[in-house]
């Protein structure tokens, strides 16, 4: 069985605490859902090397419950991750170098707000903007769970978490209000940072 390290979680930055219209209660409960996935993720990664290989079965096994829970753990640190660390920004357009990503692969910011908006209302967890390095192009990809649906070879650079979770508090049943919410706390320098960091090619 492979080595594992555990993990943990990463220090929320503080200006989470204090966007436009997400309360500091909302995510202070979020975060420490994100912290729930760490510990989970640890917690499965230290009985795996324990559990009988040989007794692996599709119908139920204990090797398969942890293997399926495993993804839910790590999508729902992954997802988390990005969600609060491109939060605590100013909103408004894209700019630089996701700015023309998207007026190039959407026609336009207001297109592709548009369209996320859409995929957030259509997704029961997730909506994600994410480069394809086949098509060489961002699609805005929806997610209806933490490990649902992952598309290879596609990089994450704005995650919209639209679980009842991220926003019943403030805007109670009123998703869309709090995906206005959302888009106006964004930080473009973040996701300009990973477009950068992840070498996207822009031109
Ligand atoms: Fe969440």
């Known amino acids: 069985m492979t080595n594992f390290v555990e993990i943990r979680p990463r220090e929320l930055k503080p200006a989470l605490l204090e966007l436009d219209g997400i309360s500091r ?31 692996a079965n599709q119908v139920y096994s204990e090797f398969r419950a942890l293997k399926v829970d495993l993804t839910f753990a790590v999508g729902g ?3 988390h991750e990005i969600y609060f660390e491109h939060l605590g920004g100013e909103g408004g357009d894209p700019d630089a170098a996701i700015g023309a990503l998207i007026e190039r692969d959407f026609g336009s910011a207001d297109a592709w707000r548009a ?20 098509e060489a192009r961002l699609f805005n990809y929806v997610g ?3 490990n649902t649906f992952p598309v290879w070879n596609a990089t994450p650079l704005v995650a919209l978490d639209v679980y009842e979770h991220a926003y019943f508090l403030d ?6 209000a709090y995906i206005e919410a959302f888009l106006k706390n964004l930080d473009w320098g973040v996701v300009n ?9 822009v031109d």
């Open 25 to 55: 209660t909302t995510i202070e409960a979020h975060y420490r859902l994100y912290q729930g996935y760490v510990t989970k993720r640890n917690e499965i990664l230290g009985r795996l090397p324990d559990v009988d290989l040989g007794a």
């Open 77 to 79: 640190i992954k997802n």
């Open 171 to 176: 805007y109670q049943t009123d998703r869309s």
């Open 193 to 201: 940072h990973w477009v950068g960091a992840y070498r996207v090619p």
């Open 144 to 146: 209806d769970a933490q």
């Open 115 to 134: 369209d996320l908006r859409a995929t957030g209302m259509a997704a029961r967890g997730w909506a994600w903007t994410a480069y394809d390095w086949d």
